[in-house]
């Protein structure tokens, strides 16, 4: 069965520092990866998807993340954080031959950034 | 962009009393609904998947009598959970896809206490 894993599960930075978050999954198969968001109070937001080609793909609010098939991995970047990036970040996987398919998601980081 | 409305966003009922929660998709046809329970702190926990016209589909280690799950057309799935006990409190979240790489669409959730 295939499984998500976030390293890290709370992250503090200060506003302007760079932001990488883990991700790595388990399933041998061709897979759709997805990053969302989900601000206080708020519905989950998709940050931003990879389904195929580029490997480096760019999302919305200036984040971007990197699939390293060899590493079953699909780590969410972004160069100078705000505060307002405060928020709890997913990881979610899905069968790629199914784009419809049910979402995995993996534990969630909380990222704090202190302004 | 895609709609989900999910409703209600919170209520209390009492322990043995059954809850009913409605998953709208205001603007796409929803071909595959799902259900996530979300503990604090913690991830998304997929229940089950449910497709217009058929049966649910759950995930293992979940009731399928407690959790009743109809989605008898495009735009509307319902979570009826029986017999609430207070371990059923929780955030409960659904999405909806159309399939084909259109993505999800998440609901706000709903917070249901049982007391």
């Known amino acids: 069965a295939q499984s998500v894993s976030q390293h890290n599960h709370h992250v503090i930075l200060s506003e302007a520092a760079s932001l990488e978050l883990g991700c790595n999954y388990s399933?041998?198969?061709?897979?759709?990866l997805f990053w969302y968001v989900q601000y206080p109070g708020q519905h989950l937001q998709l940050l931003l998807k990879?389904?195929?080609?580029?490997?480096l793909v760019k999302g919305i609010k200036g984040f971007e993340a990197e699939f390293i098939k060899s590493k079953f991995s699909f780590n969410l970047r972004k160069p100078s954080v705000q505060w307002s990036d405060t928020a709890e970040y997913f990881c979610?996987?899905?069968?790629?031959?199914?784009?419809?398919?049910?979402?995995?998601f993996g534990q969630g980081t909380e990222l704090s950034v202190k302004p | 962009g895609a709609v989900v409305s999910q409703h209600p966003s919170w209520v209390i009922c009492k322990s043995g009393t059954s809850v009913k929660i409605e998953c709208r998709s205001l603007d796409f046809q929803a071909t595959t609904m799902f259900w996530y329970r979300q503990f604090p702190k913690q991830s998304l926990m997929l229940m089950a998947t449910?497709?217009?016209?058929?049966?649910?589909?759950?995930e293992q280690g979940v009731e399928k009598d407690k959790f009743l799950i109809n989605h008898a057309s495009l735009t509307l799935s319902t979570l009826t959970v029986t017999s609430a006990h207070p371990e059923d409190s929780s955030f409960y979240i659904c999405?909806?896809?159309?399939?084909?790489?259109?993505?999800?669409?998440f609901g706000s959730g709903t917070r249901l206490t049982v007391v």
């Open positions: 449910s497709n217009e016209g058929s049966k649910a589909t759950y």
């Open positions: 979610a996987v899905n069968e790629g031959n199914n784009q419809g398919g049910k979402l995995i």
């Open positions: 399933y041998g198969g061709t897979v759709n």
């Open positions: 999405s909806a896809t159309t399939g084909g790489g259109y993505g999800y669409t």
């Open positions: 990879y389904f195929s080609g580029d490997p």
